[in-house]
């Protein structure tokens, strides 16, 4: 893999006089010193040279999650040959990244880097732990919905590599074709006579307001109000007609058997135990599709009640810290090695998320897993990336939980939902 060589040739030159220059004074005052990197004392011994320091090695501390960490530590040693930058990646949950880069960062032992979702500008960047980037060549074979999703009030907080919205894996020797409704997904499972037939992460022990929006959002449910790519907080959605609408179709397949109360791991061994005949996730399972044992294949969710269930789009994308002591390196780093054809492809052959690089998504035109979440995705709303987004996670995800669960209410659980978010947002 060959990647842009001269600007770092020029960039590390540069790095490397920065050090001479800061190295300590003459000692003796009739010292003469010169400009080469060899310095020679004509005075106190002519004869005993000195030379100055060598630069430290440039390092980069990368955070990521297991899956993205893999596929990072897979096509960075390239980058450290060419360059001699070295690229630490450190395993941090992904869950756990949004939180911890923002008080590590000013403690001097956060990233330079971090691996993140399109969902967390606003809060980060209104937060001051983002450092903007300059659009320019680079951004160019990038789709414009994965510029604009990491753009907040005018300005480009990342470098996107994969876009992603659930969809719905099911066993191909199970279901003889991918339902089209709900209605077609029930009739299979009474078919088959198979209890909690459909696994979505969310229920049981488990909260998951992320895989369970489709069912909120099929019967006109949303988040915040929108227009023209900006959301009003002040506008909010969970407990409108369409939300409720939707909790109530969802509480009804629960308490019929057909969903099943399960949270991420049990829906995922079901299915790949060949017991469940559908699953709804997403596309960061394909990395390890080559090892399941049941065959299967991917579509887009069925429509609930005629109308089309909108998956929450996200991309993800790396971060540029705002308290990294390497700015300078760490910006080469993203523009020319990852955003770069060859970084972008090595990463998706490592990871397998569908790409937002113009000629990436060319090169895997003819995947059909890739183009069924391409589909879904062309289906859903991007998740809103203001500040307040972080608000409705929680409170979202414990209410349906309940609802799943059996303990309350359609009604109950957005209500309380949407009375929970607007009191949050107020204060």
């Known amino acids: 893999m060959t990647f842009k060589k001269m600007p770092w040739v020029a960039l590390l030159a540069v790095f490397a006089l920065v050090v001479a220059a800061c190295g300590g004074g003459d000692d003796a005052a009739d010292e003469t010193t010169t400009t080469e990197a060899e310095v020679t004392t004509t005075t106190a011994a002519p004869e005993t040279t000195t030379t100055t320091e060598a630069a430290p090695a440039i ?15 897979e096509v960075a040693p390239a980058f450290t ?13 992904f869950g756990q990244i949004r939180d911890q880069v ?15 979702a399109s969902d967390w500008v606003g809060e980060l960047a209104t937060n001051g732990v983002l450092e903007p980037i300059e659009g320019g060549a680079w951004s160019a074979p990038f789709t414009d919905a994965s510029l604009n999703a990491l753009t907040f009030d005018g300005t480009l907080y990342g470098v996107p590599y994969a876009v992603e919205a659930v969809a719905l894996y099911y066993n191909t020797d199970l279901v003889a074709e991918a339902p089209a409704t709900f209605d077609d997904l029930i009739a299979a ?40 790519g900006v959301y009003d907080p002040t506008d ?27 949270n991420y791991d049990e829906a995922k061994n079901l299915f790949l135990a060949g017991e469940q005949p559908f699953w709804i996730t997403g596309p960061w399972e394909l990395g390890g599709a080559a090892d399941w044992t049941v065959p299967w294949s991917v579509a887009k969710i069925p429509t609930i ?9 996200g991309v993800q994308a790396f971060f540029l810290s705002s308290f990294s002591e390497n700015k300078l390196v760490a910006q080469s780093f993203l523009f020319d090695f990852i955003a770069s054809e060859e970084g972008q492809n090595a990463l998706f052959a490592a990871d397998g998320r569908p790409p937002v690089h113009q ?22 709303v991007p998740i809103p990336n203001i500040p307040e987004m972080s608000s409705v996670w929680g409170t979202l995800g414990d209410n349906l939980q309940l609802l799943r669960n059996g303990e309350i209410d359609a009604n109950t659980a957005m209500t309380t939902a949407a009375e929970a978010v607007r009191a949050a947002i107020e204060g």
Request: aromatic share 8%; net charge negative.
């Open 236 to 262: 909010v959605g969970l407990d409108s007609e369409g939300a409720i609408a939707g909790a109530e179709f969802l509480s009804e397949i629960s308490a019929s058997g057909v969903l099943g109360k399960t």
């Open 81 to 93: 040959e060419e360059t001699g930058v070295v690229i630490n990646v450190e395993l941090v949950d």
């Open 102 to 116: 923002g008080v590590a960062g000013p403690a001097g032992e956060g990233p330079d880097i971090f691996i993140g």
């Open 359 to 380: 000629t990436i998504i060319d090169n895997v035109a003819g995947n059909a897993a890739i183009s069924a979440f391409g589909a879904s995705a062309a289906d859903g």
């Open 59 to 73: 390092e980069l501390l990368i955070w990521a999650d297991e899956n993205r960490a893999s596929a990072i530590e």
């Open 189 to 228: 499972c009474e078919a088959d006579a198979v209890e909690a037939c459909l696994g979505v992460p969310g229920a049981g022990d488990a909260t998951d307001a992320y895989h369970n929006y489709p069912f909120i959002s099929a019967t006109g449910g949303y988040i915040f109000g929108e227009a023209d």
């Open 305 to 313: 009640e005629g109308g089309t269930p909108q998956p929450f789009i």
